[in-house]
C-alpha cells in the first residue's frame, strides 16, 4: 500500500491557521475598546476561515492499496475503484490558485460520472511514489503524452556538448536588489542610532540570514548540455543540483505565489522539484523552453 505525505506547503498553511486563531483569542481575552478592534478581529476571524477552507479542501490522504484508492480529508472520506475511474492524467495543468497561488503539475483523476479528482505536485513530499503507484495499478487508464518509459540513456554513445546557460543578472533582479537593500539598512544602522555596538546588535544576524535565504534561493539558474541539466544559484554558492536529461521526462514553469517564476522538473520516478530563477527574464524563458523541447523532454 503506498500513502501520501504531505508537504511543508500544507504544514504552513496549518501553521498559518493556529498563528491567527491565537491572534484572535488575545483579542477577544482583552476586549474591544473600540470598533477599530472589532473589526480587525473580525478580518482575522475571516482570514482563518478561508486558510482552514483551502487547507481542508486540498489537504487530502491519498492511500493506493492495488486498483482501490483511498482519498481522507477533513470532511471527507471516498474510495474510488478500478472501474470508477475513466482516465488518469499524470502531468495535467491544474490551477490553485486560491490555495497556493499558483498553476502548477497534478495528476488528475476522470471519473466516469464525470467528476474528477486532483493530486496536486507541490502539496505531497512523496508525489513521485504516488504517481508510481497509479502508473503501476492503473495502466490501462493513463493518458499517453509520450513514450517516457522507453527513454534511454544515450550517455555511453554520444559525445557530451558544450553547456548552454540560462540565466540573466541576479543584482537587477527583484531578489538582488531586496538582497542589496536590506544590506545596506543593517550596515547604516550604526551610523542613524549613533550608539556603539554591543553584543545584543548581533540578533539582527537571524533575521538577516532569513532575509538572504529566502531571497536568495528565488535566484537558481541552469546550465545545459546534451545529456545534463545543471542547476546553480547566484548567491548560494552550495546549490549544485546534476540531472541526466535521459532521467527527465517532463518539465513545466509555474509562478508560485509571491515567489519568482521558476522550473519545475519531473524525472522518469515522477518525482517532481521546482526551482525558482528570479533573474531569468521572458527571452530567457522562452529559449529554455526551445532547448528542453529540443532534448526531447515534454513540457507540460
Not at 80 to 107: K, P, Q, R
Amino acid at each position: 500500500m503506498t500513502r501520501s505525505r504531505f508537504s511543508y506547503i500544507i504544514y504552513l498553511n496549518y501553521f498559518f491557521v493556529l498563528f491567527f486563531i491565537g491572534i484572535a483569542a488575545r483579542l477577544f481575552s482583552l476586549g474591544f475598546k473600540n470598533r477599530k478592534q472589532e473589526i480587525g478581529t473580525v478580518i482575522i476571524l475571516l482570514l482563518v476561515l478561508f486558510l482552514f477552507y483551502v487547507t481542508a479542501k486540498w489537504a487530502n490522504r491519498i492511500s493506493i492499496d492495488g486498483p482501490t484508492i483511498l482519498i481522507k480529508g477533513l470532511f471527507k472520506r471516498r474510495v474510488i475503484n478500478y472501474e470508477e475511474i475513466a482516465s488518469i492524467n499524470l502531468f495535467s495543468i491544474e490551477d490553485f490558485y486560491w490555495a497556493t497561488g499558483l498553476t502548477t503539475v497534478a495528476t488528475r483523476l476522470t471519473l466516469g460520472n464525470g467528476g474528477k479528482v486532483v493530486i496536486a505536485d507541490p502539496f505531497y513530499k512523496n508525489i513521485g511514489e504516488i504517481k508510481s503507484a497509479l502508473n503501476e495499478n492503473f495502466k490501462e487508464k493513463i493518458e499517453p503524452f509520450q513514450s517516457f518509459l522507453t527513454k534511454t540513456a544515450s550517455t555511453n554513445t554520444v559525445l557530451e556538448s558544450s553547456y548552454e546557460k540560462f540565466s540573466g543578472n541576479p543584482y537587477t533582479s527583484f531578489n538582488g536588489l531586496m538582497i542589496f537593500g536590506w544590506t545596506a539598512f543593517i550596515l547604516s544602522l550604526p551610523i542613524f542610532i549613533k550608539r556603539p555596538l554591543v553584543p545584543a546588535h548581533l540578533f539582527v544576524l537571524f533575521p538577516t540570514i532569513i532575509f538572504y535565504l529566502g531571497f536568495g534561493y528565488q535566484l537558481n539558474y541552469f546550465l545545459i548540455s546534451n545529456q545534463h541539466l545543471i542547476v546553480k544559484n547566484h548567491f548560494l554558492f552550495w546549490v549544485n543540483k546534476k540531472y541526466s536529461i535521459s532521467d527527465i521526462i517532463a518539465a513545466n514553469f509555474e509562478s508560485p505565489y509571491r515567489r519568482s517564476r521558476g522550473l519545475r522538473i519531473i524525472k522518469k520516478d515522477f518525482k517532481s522539484k521546482l526551482y525558482c530563477a528570479g533573474s531569468l527574464r521572458d527571452n530567457h524563458w522562452d529559449a529554455l523552453r526551445e532547448k528542453l523541447k529540443e532534448l526531447q523532454i515534454h513540457f507540460v
